[in-house]
């Protein structure tokens, strides 16, 4: 076993000569403290490590990672990481990124049976319920990938909810809230436009973002009132956004 792992080892140490190398004095100048100005709040999936698709180094972004890139108000994990980074690193923006492809997406989209996962992904499902007229008349393949997106578009809204980013604005501290997207299959990222940067943009900012997938043709002229009143189809929270904005 511990053979298996030596490749790894002997890559460390080359890895820290060679940084040591570019710039000496690196690690103790990091060992000191870390002040990074992102959080970047991602997928387990391997195939997507933030340091690397960003192009930083240690101790420039501060990383959550779990599966399928959700932040729950009840995962006191998730939320004890975003205080430490926005109460005592002080980071600047909190990212959230997902990923095409997302297993994690797949499975909620597809109702699979993984195992305990699936209480977790239970919150993925929620939101694919809640927008369901945004994504089912859509076909397959591109329903994961829209899923994917506004998984992450929920989970900007949850992280500028949450008491911790809530309680930094109303202190005046600066801090955004981003979501972007990953792919797979070209290494590149993209800004989902959902950037949330004070308590009164949040409701507009996740309806504009949520309105950008328009419902089956016909489906739209209905909704975007932003006022669920008279709403006659009371057993469709998708019908309007205000329906889709629970926060
Ligand atoms: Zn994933």
């Not at 008349?137 to 949850?158: A, T």
Request: aromatic residues 6%; hydrophobic residues 40%.
């Amino acid at each position: 076993m511990r053979e298996e792992l030596k490749h790894l080892l002997d890559n460390n140490r080359r890895w820290a000569a060679a940084t040591n190398a570019r710039e000496p004095g690196f690690f103790t100048r990091l060992a000191q403290q870390q002040s990074p100005r992102y959080m970047w709040i991602g997928c387990a999936d391997s195939r997507v490590p933030a340091n690397e698709i960003t192009g930083l180094d240690p101790g420039e972004v501060f990383v959550h990672r779990n599966v399928a890139n959700v932040v729950v108000h009840s995962d006191l994990n998730a939320l004890s990481t975003i205080q430490f980074a926005v109460e005592h690193l002080k980071v600047e923006h909190i990212i959230v990124v997902g990923h095409y492809g997302c297993a994690g997406v797949r499975a909620a989209m597809r109702g699979l049976r993984v195992g305990l996962a699936d209480n977790w992904l239970r919150h993925v499902h929620d939101v694919r319920l809640r927008h369901r007229k945004r994504i089912d008349h859509l076909p397959e393949p591109e329903q994961e990938n829209i899923l994917c997106e506004m998984n992450v578009i929920e989970q900007v809204g949850n992280v500028a909810l949450s008491t911790v980013v809530q309680d930094a604005w109303a202190r005046g501290q600066k801090v955004s809230v981003h979501g972007w997207v990953y792919g797979l299959s070209d290494g590149l990222l993209k800004d989902l436009q959902v950037t949330m940067d004070r308590p009164e943009t949040v409701v507009q900012v996740f309806g504009a973002a949520i309105k950008r997938y328009p419902r089956q043709a016909g489906g739209e002229a209905n909704g975007g009132t932003g006022n669920g009143a008279g709403d006659p189809s009371g057993d469709d929270v998708d019908d309007d956004v205000s329906g889709e904005t629970t926060f």
